[in-house]
């Protein structure tokens, strides 16, 4: 069945289908003069990540370069190695009530921040996970070619939205994240893409000193598309520098929550914490790093929360990969990037 005739729930006719045709706007606008223009103008990149352009600079180079074509983001996600080892996972319970102050006054509870105990130690080995999160435009590439039935449930009428095609995706199931995995799979010669470990995203996140925010000890609404940055969208990729986690990755606080490999369980000596996600999902993969439609406290680098339904919980993203294998990607925004002055 083709793309444009999905969704239909009448027999096949035309004015009563759902979804619209999955359009490659986005090519014909990268063409025009206007956009040609503009790239021409300066580096889109430098500007998009650079700690010294304010956010509205920031954010329309991104749109630009969202139409242009952004070469941080090509069909196989660029990755950053991650070094292993022995570190910890989780949180001290003596820190719970600490935790549960600081974010009282957006209504934070006890027993959410509880999940994240006890601390415990965990050995990881090296892994490379992707610098940004998974776009609209590559998740696009991955419809296209493999034919796949179901679209985000962020796209209206299930629409490629090329207005916001270096925007991370969300809408999406886990599901949906595994036919992406092995499409992405096949496409880069079968190298083992998966979804990182919920130990892997903190290890990540945090580093090994333990950051409490990819970025550091303190919340700073400048370092995330969180409630508190008043954007209340998704942003592109790589907008907010001074978020940068201790391996260089972007985005892992804040513009959309990610799905992890690993299904809520309590850790290790601790009791099951039955919160309205256990009772609404069951058993539910665990989400990290927060959004832009929820507040600080889900950017911390320890916190769990899952796929609640319902508009304020964007899902999308990042993949992993077991080998460390050209892991700066083939766009050369890998490492430092060029507008990067920290």
């Not at 490629?160 to 499409?183: K, M, R």
């Not at 993949?319 to 002055?341: I, M, N, Q, S």
Request: net charge negative; with cysteine; hydrophobic share 35%.
């Amino acid at each position: 069945m083709s793309a444009e005739h999905r969704g239909r729930t009448d027999g096949g006719h035309p004015h009563l289908t759902r979804e619209a045709p999955l359009s490659t706007l986005c090519a014909a606008l990268a063409g025009t003069a206007a956009v040609r223009d503009a790239v021409r103008a300066g580096d889109l990149v430098r500007t998009v990540e650079s700690t010294r352009a304010p956010l509205p600079e920031r954010l329309a180079a991104g749109a630009l370069l969202g139409l242009a074509g952004d070469p941080r983001t090509p069909a196989v996600p660029a990755l950053l190695p991650v070094p292993g080892g022995g570190t910890t996972m989780g949180l001290d319970p003596q820190d719970v009530p600490a935790v549960t102050r600081t974010w009282a006054h957006v209504g934070v509870e006890d027993h959410w921040i509880r999940k994240e105990t006890p601390e415990h130690p965990v050995v990881l080995e090296d892994f490379a996970l992707a610098a940004y999160p998974v776009t609209n435009h590559q998740y696009l590439a991955f419809l296209l070619e493999s034919g796949y039935p179901h679209r985000p449930g962020t796209w209206p009428l299930g629409a490629y939205p090329w207005q916001s095609a270096n925007h991370p995706v969300c809408g999406v199931t886990p599901q949906d994240v595994e036919a992406y995995l092995a499409w992405l799979r096949e496409v880069s010669g079968r190298r083992p893409f998966r979804l990182p470990t919920e130990a892997e995203w903190e290890h990540a996140a945090k580093g090994f000193e333990g950051r409490e925010f990819p970025w550091g000890d303190t919340f700073r609404a400048d370092a995330a598309n969180t409630r508190e940055s008043g954007v209340h969208t998704t942003t592109p990729v790589g907008v907010y520098p001074r978020g940068r986690s201790p391996f260089g990755h972007w985005d892992m606080g804040g513009n959309v929550e990610e799905f992890t490999a690993d299904r809520y369980a309590p850790y290790p000596g601790a009791e099951p914490v039955m919160d309205d996600l256990s009772r609404t999902l069951g058993s539910y993969h665990v989400t990290r790093g927060g959004s832009f439609t929820r507040h600080g406290d889900l950017a911390r680098t320890r916190r769990r929360h899952g796929a609640y339904p319902g508009p304020l919980y964007p899902i999308g993203f990042r993949v992993a990969c077991d080998v460390v294998t050209d892991a700066t990607g083939a766009t050369g925004h890998g490492g430092k990037a060029a507008g990067d002055e920290r």
